[in-house]
């Protein structure tokens, strides 16, 4: 989440998250600090209540090093790129991901 969600969103994410509370087992995983989640929220007493909920009898952690995501992002799309299923390059000067034969 680089930006606030909507308010609705948000509300309905909380709700979720009560529903399964002290119900079942909840496995969340992030880059965000627990600190951060207020602006992503766009409401810090919704953030404090998701959050109290969420680290309440929690086992919290923290990985750190290199990320294998990113160490095998260029061999992800190299194998694209060799498919034939894949017939269209990555589109550098507009912001699709996947151009469309009239872009320019």
């Not at 009560?18 to 207020?38: D, G, H, R, V």
């Not at 194998?79 to 151009?99: V, Y």
Request: aromatic share 12%; with cysteine; net charge negative.
């Amino acid at each position: 989440m680089l930006f606030p969600v909507e308010k609705n969103l948000a509300v309905n994410f909380f709700n979720f998250i009560n529903q399964l509370y002290e119900n079942t087992s909840i496995n969340i995983t992030t880059n965000k600090m627990p600190t951060e989640w207020a602006k992503l929220l766009d409401d810090e007493v919704l953030a404090t209540a998701l959050l109290d909920r969420l680290l309440y009898h929690c086992e919290v952690i923290n990985l750190s090093g290199k990320s294998y995501r990113l160490n095998n992002h260029k061999t992800i799309f190299d194998s694209w790129n060799n498919s034939p299923l894949f017939t269209q390059q990555l589109c550098t000067p507009c912001c699709h991901f996947l151009c469309t034969p009239n872009c320019q």
